[in-house]
């Protein structure tokens, strides 16, 4: 397989405790902030630094924790467990400081430090689709991310 080089923009910074959360933008990535605060959501990309290990990227399938029984392959799922451990997270954008490269978010999850790669504005045309299917094992989910809270904290995420 071919090599790529991939290069952390910024980093994560996460407080679960005070329920804070943010992505810290390097300053020579900080002009690509520029009119990100008209958007309410974004899409960010991120290294799940964690799970970089040769073991890891070698897991191919896993057993689900939201769905007791259930082995998925890791491109049928969420997992960290992945060939390149690249995180895709939908979040809330709070507020935008682009002279200090601080996008405040309403929630994302991920780990303090963790490496950010990218950063994307959610756009309905793009990012939604009318018709879609869903494996069985994500059929209870809520409808949106909004009423998502009380369905994840019975797994303890």
Wanted: net charge negative.
């Amino acid at each position: 397989m071919r090599e790529m080089t991939v290069k952390a923009i910024g980093r994560v910074r996460s407080d679960d405790a005070k329920g804070r959360y943010a992505l810290e933008v390097d300053e020579a990535y900080r002009e690509g902030l520029l009119a990100l605060g008209e958007f309410g959501r974004i899409q960010v990309l991120w290294w799940a630094h964690g799970m970089d290990a040769p073991a890891f990227r070698g897991t191919l399938s896993c057993e689900l924790p939201y769905a007791p029984g259930v082995r998925a392959g890791v491109f049928a799922c969420r997992s960290e467990y992945r060939p390149n451990p690249i995180a895709l997270t939908s979040c809330g954008v709070v507020s935008v400081d682009a002279k200090a490269g601080v996008v405040v978010l309403d929630y994302i999850d991920a780990i303090d430090g963790t490496p950010l790669l990218d950063v994307k504005p959610y756009i309905p045309v793009c990012d939604r689709a009318r018709e879609f299917r869903v494996a069985p094992w994500f059929r209870e989910w809520p409808d949106c991310i909004e009423d998502s809270a009380a369905f994840f904290a019975q797994f303890g995420f």
